[in-house]
Protein backbone atom coordinates (compact mmCIF):
# COMPACT_ATOMS: atom_id res chain seq x y z
CA UNK A 1 0.00 0.00 0.00
CA UNK A 2 1.79 3.40 -1.22
CA UNK A 3 1.87 6.05 1.10
CA UNK A 4 0.70 8.53 -1.10
CA UNK A 5 -3.03 7.69 -2.49
CA UNK A 6 -4.38 8.29 -6.08
CA UNK A 7 -7.42 7.15 -8.52
CA UNK A 8 -6.53 4.30 -10.49
CA UNK A 9 -7.90 5.79 -13.82
CA UNK A 10 -9.07 9.19 -14.92
CA UNK A 11 -10.70 9.72 -18.56
CA UNK A 12 -11.66 12.51 -20.64
CA UNK A 13 -12.25 13.79 -24.04
CA UNK A 14 -9.74 15.33 -26.10
CA UNK A 15 -9.83 19.05 -25.40
CA UNK A 16 -10.79 18.14 -22.08
CA UNK A 17 -9.69 19.18 -18.45
CA UNK A 18 -9.04 16.29 -16.10
CA UNK A 19 -7.37 16.10 -12.54
CA UNK A 20 -5.72 13.57 -10.47
CA UNK A 21 -5.27 13.61 -7.02
CA UNK A 22 -2.63 13.00 -4.59
CA UNK A 23 -4.01 12.49 -0.94
CA UNK A 24 -1.47 11.57 2.03
CA UNK A 25 -0.74 11.74 5.21
CA UNK A 26 -0.10 14.90 6.87
CA UNK A 27 3.60 14.16 7.80
CA UNK A 28 4.10 13.15 3.96
CA UNK A 29 2.10 15.70 2.14
CA UNK A 30 1.78 18.76 4.34
CA UNK A 31 5.20 19.24 6.16
CA UNK A 32 6.61 19.79 2.74
CA UNK A 33 5.90 21.68 -0.64
CA UNK A 34 8.10 19.14 -2.36
CA UNK A 35 5.26 17.21 -4.77
CA UNK A 36 6.49 16.25 -7.64
CA UNK A 37 4.70 14.37 -10.79
CA UNK A 38 5.61 11.97 -13.36
CA UNK A 39 4.29 10.87 -16.87
CA UNK A 40 5.37 7.46 -17.90
CA UNK A 41 4.37 5.89 -21.29
CA UNK A 42 4.78 2.00 -21.90
CA UNK A 43 7.98 0.81 -22.08
CA UNK A 44 9.24 4.08 -20.94
CA UNK A 45 10.91 6.32 -18.23
CA UNK A 46 9.53 8.33 -16.13
CA UNK A 47 9.44 12.21 -17.57
CA UNK A 48 8.94 15.04 -14.71
CA UNK A 49 6.22 17.33 -15.42
CA UNK A 50 5.97 19.18 -12.02
CA UNK A 51 8.06 19.97 -9.36
CA UNK A 52 7.52 21.48 -6.07
CA UNK A 53 3.95 21.10 -6.25
CA UNK A 54 3.64 23.35 -8.95
CA UNK A 55 6.78 24.30 -10.96
CA UNK A 56 6.86 23.15 -14.74
CA UNK A 57 10.24 21.90 -16.02
CA UNK A 58 11.44 23.47 -18.84
CA UNK A 59 9.99 22.07 -22.34
CA UNK A 60 6.81 20.82 -19.92
CA UNK A 61 3.62 22.22 -22.14
CA UNK A 62 2.09 24.70 -20.00
CA UNK A 63 -1.08 22.78 -20.32
CA UNK A 64 0.04 21.03 -17.11
CA UNK A 65 -0.27 22.97 -13.64
CA UNK A 66 0.05 21.29 -10.02
CA UNK A 67 -1.47 22.74 -6.72
CA UNK A 68 -1.81 21.45 -3.29
CA UNK A 69 -4.37 21.91 -0.81
CA UNK A 70 -4.14 20.72 3.36
CA UNK A 71 -2.72 17.07 2.63
CA UNK A 72 -3.95 16.44 -1.26
CA UNK A 73 -1.79 17.62 -4.35
CA UNK A 74 -3.75 17.86 -7.69
CA UNK A 75 -2.16 17.75 -11.16
CA UNK A 76 -4.77 19.01 -13.98
CA UNK A 77 -3.81 18.84 -17.55
CA UNK A 78 -6.08 20.94 -19.77
CA UNK A 79 -6.75 20.71 -23.46
CA UNK A 80 -6.08 16.91 -23.15
CA UNK A 81 -4.33 15.47 -25.84
CA UNK A 82 -4.08 11.75 -27.69
CA UNK A 83 -0.13 12.12 -26.09
CA UNK A 84 -1.48 12.66 -22.82
CA UNK A 85 -2.51 8.95 -22.43
CA UNK A 86 -0.20 7.28 -20.19
CA UNK A 87 0.42 6.55 -16.42
CA UNK A 88 0.83 9.45 -13.94
CA UNK A 89 2.49 9.15 -10.58
CA UNK A 90 2.44 11.48 -7.84
CA UNK A 91 6.00 11.90 -5.37
CA UNK A 92 6.62 13.16 -2.02
CA UNK A 93 9.66 14.40 -0.47
CA UNK A 94 9.26 13.73 3.37
CA UNK A 95 10.41 15.03 6.79
CA UNK A 96 12.63 11.98 6.86
CA UNK A 97 14.53 12.79 3.77
CA UNK A 98 13.29 9.96 2.19
CA UNK A 99 10.40 10.36 -1.18
CA UNK A 100 7.08 7.90 -1.67
CA UNK A 101 5.45 7.52 -4.77
CA UNK A 102 1.53 7.40 -5.24
CA UNK A 103 -0.20 3.58 -6.96
CA UNK A 104 -0.17 5.59 -10.31
CA UNK A 105 -3.38 6.98 -12.37
CA UNK A 106 -3.73 5.32 -16.00
CA UNK A 107 -5.10 8.14 -18.06
CA UNK A 108 -7.14 7.42 -20.94
CA UNK A 109 -8.10 9.69 -23.60
CA UNK A 110 -11.49 9.23 -25.08
CA UNK B 1 23.21 17.49 -23.20
CA UNK B 2 22.42 15.70 -19.83
CA UNK B 3 22.60 11.87 -19.85
CA UNK B 4 21.86 8.81 -17.37
CA UNK B 5 22.91 5.23 -18.82
CA UNK B 6 22.43 1.96 -17.23
CA UNK B 7 24.47 -0.93 -17.58
CA UNK B 8 22.37 -3.71 -19.16
CA UNK B 9 19.87 -6.56 -18.52
CA UNK B 10 20.61 -9.14 -15.78
CA UNK B 11 19.32 -12.36 -14.99
CA UNK B 12 20.06 -13.85 -11.31
CA UNK B 13 19.33 -16.54 -9.22
CA UNK B 14 17.29 -16.49 -6.11
CA UNK B 15 20.18 -15.30 -3.15
CA UNK B 16 22.59 -13.90 -5.41
CA UNK B 17 23.53 -10.02 -5.95
CA UNK B 18 23.03 -7.46 -8.66
CA UNK B 19 24.91 -4.47 -9.26
CA UNK B 20 23.73 -1.90 -11.76
CA UNK B 21 25.44 0.94 -12.97
CA UNK B 22 24.61 4.64 -14.38
CA UNK B 23 27.12 6.71 -16.21
CA UNK B 24 26.28 10.19 -15.82
CA UNK B 25 27.50 12.77 -18.61
CA UNK B 26 26.45 16.58 -19.71
CA UNK B 27 26.74 17.83 -15.94
CA UNK B 28 29.03 17.99 -13.53
CA UNK B 29 28.51 14.89 -11.37
CA UNK B 30 29.66 15.97 -8.05
CA UNK B 31 26.44 19.14 -7.94
CA UNK B 32 23.97 16.60 -7.71
CA UNK B 33 22.49 13.36 -5.70
CA UNK B 34 21.24 10.72 -7.58
CA UNK B 35 18.23 8.09 -6.42
CA UNK B 36 17.35 4.98 -7.68
CA UNK B 37 13.83 4.05 -8.26
CA UNK B 38 12.26 0.24 -9.08
CA UNK B 39 9.10 -0.78 -11.08
CA UNK B 40 8.18 -4.20 -10.78
CA UNK B 41 6.29 -5.37 -13.83
CA UNK B 42 3.00 -4.04 -14.45
CA UNK B 43 3.28 -2.26 -11.28
CA UNK B 44 4.13 1.14 -9.66
CA UNK B 45 7.21 2.93 -9.08
CA UNK B 46 9.25 2.43 -5.56
CA UNK B 47 11.85 4.99 -4.64
CA UNK B 48 15.15 2.74 -3.23
CA UNK B 49 17.25 5.12 -1.61
CA UNK B 50 19.47 8.34 -2.59
CA UNK B 51 23.14 9.01 -2.71
CA UNK B 52 25.21 12.55 -2.95
CA UNK B 53 26.94 13.20 -6.27
CA UNK B 54 29.33 14.82 -4.01
CA UNK B 55 30.32 13.07 -0.45
CA UNK B 56 28.67 10.15 -1.18
CA UNK B 57 26.74 9.88 1.77
CA UNK B 58 23.26 7.86 0.91
CA UNK B 59 19.58 7.84 2.45
CA UNK B 60 18.01 4.18 2.14
CA UNK B 61 14.53 3.58 1.96
CA UNK B 62 13.23 1.35 4.99
CA UNK B 63 12.09 -1.56 2.62
CA UNK B 64 15.70 -1.80 1.17
CA UNK B 65 17.57 -0.94 4.47
CA UNK B 66 20.27 -3.90 5.12
CA UNK B 67 19.97 -4.95 1.41
CA UNK B 68 21.31 -2.20 -1.01
CA UNK B 69 24.52 -0.24 -1.26
CA UNK B 70 24.28 2.58 -3.37
CA UNK B 71 27.95 4.26 -4.04
CA UNK B 72 29.50 6.74 -6.67
CA UNK B 73 32.58 6.77 -8.61
CA UNK B 74 33.71 10.37 -9.33
CA UNK B 75 36.14 9.93 -11.52
CA UNK B 76 34.19 7.77 -13.86
CA UNK B 77 31.07 9.72 -13.15
CA UNK B 78 29.23 6.69 -12.39
CA UNK B 79 26.74 5.53 -9.62
CA UNK B 80 26.00 2.09 -8.79
CA UNK B 81 23.38 0.00 -6.52
CA UNK B 82 23.90 -3.08 -5.31
CA UNK B 83 20.81 -5.04 -4.26
CA UNK B 84 21.81 -8.75 -1.91
CA UNK B 85 20.07 -11.28 -1.50
CA UNK B 86 17.99 -11.38 -4.55
CA UNK B 87 14.69 -12.97 -4.61
CA UNK B 88 11.85 -13.62 -7.18
CA UNK B 89 10.06 -10.19 -6.14
CA UNK B 90 13.00 -8.26 -6.90
CA UNK B 91 12.48 -8.69 -10.52
CA UNK B 92 11.71 -5.51 -11.88
CA UNK B 93 13.24 -2.51 -13.96
CA UNK B 94 15.78 -0.25 -12.24
CA UNK B 95 16.30 3.15 -12.87
CA UNK B 96 18.38 5.94 -11.54
CA UNK B 97 17.54 9.49 -12.24
CA UNK B 98 18.87 12.76 -11.18
CA UNK B 99 17.58 14.76 -8.52
CA UNK B 100 17.28 18.38 -9.91
CA UNK B 101 18.80 21.53 -8.96
CA UNK B 102 17.29 23.41 -6.36
CA UNK B 103 14.09 21.26 -6.15
CA UNK B 104 13.17 17.73 -4.73
CA UNK B 105 12.06 16.36 -8.36
CA UNK B 106 14.01 13.93 -10.61
CA UNK B 107 14.28 15.71 -13.37
CA UNK B 108 16.81 12.99 -15.46
CA UNK B 109 15.87 9.56 -15.91
CA UNK B 110 18.12 6.96 -17.05
CA UNK B 111 16.44 4.45 -19.52
CA UNK B 112 15.90 1.77 -17.04
CA UNK B 113 18.20 -1.89 -16.06
CA UNK B 114 15.91 -4.95 -16.13
CA UNK B 115 17.02 -7.46 -13.88
CA UNK B 116 15.34 -10.84 -13.72
CA UNK B 117 15.36 -13.49 -10.48
CA UNK B 118 14.99 -16.99 -11.22
CA UNK B 119 15.84 -19.97 -10.11
Known amino acids: QSALTQPASVSGSPGQSITISCTGTSRVVDDYNYVSWYQQHPGKAPKLVIYDVSNRPSGVSNRFSGSKSGTTASLTISGLQAEDEGDYYCSSYTSRKTWVYGGGTKVTVL | QVQLVQSGAEVKKPGASVKVSCKASGYTFTSYGISWVRQAPGQGLEWMGWISGYIGNTNYAQNFQGRVTMTTDTSTNTAYMELRSLRSDDTAVYYC????????????WGQGSLVTVSS
Open chain 2, 97 to 108: ARVGWGMFGFDY
